[in-house]
């Protein structure tokens, strides 16, 4: 009884993260991120999905297409990060 109420008395301050899974769709194909990355709001994770978008653009060709970053919340996508050498640069497209 004593640990279970010291352990929920140290969480009770404890920032609670959600879980953000980052898939890369490449035309037809679409690689699922299994792990995912907890993360403490949206904000972090349109940040994370715009630097893995930035990363994979700088090491890969990316011609105009519909290949992106896909966040995903557990349970649906929630936004996309296209990857694209646009001259306007990142965009992210909400999907509501």
């Known amino acids: 009884m004593r640990a279970t109420l010291a352990t929920s008395v140290a969480l009770e301050g404890a920032v609670r993260m959600a879980r953000y899974f980052f898939h890369i769709r490449r035309g037809q194909l679409t690689f699922l991120d299994h792990c ?8 972090d994770a349109t940040r ?3 630097r893995r978008a930035l990363e994979i653009e700088a090491n890969v060709a990316v011609p105009w297409s519909n ?6 919340d557990g349970f649906s996508t929630i936004f996309d990060v296209p990857l694209t050498t646009l001259p306007n640069g990142l965009q992210i497209r909400p999907l509501l």
């Open 36 to 43: 995912g990355v907890e993360l403490v709001d949206i904000v």
């Open 48 to 50: 994370e999905a715009a």
């Open 67 to 72: 290949d992106a970053v896909l966040v995903d």
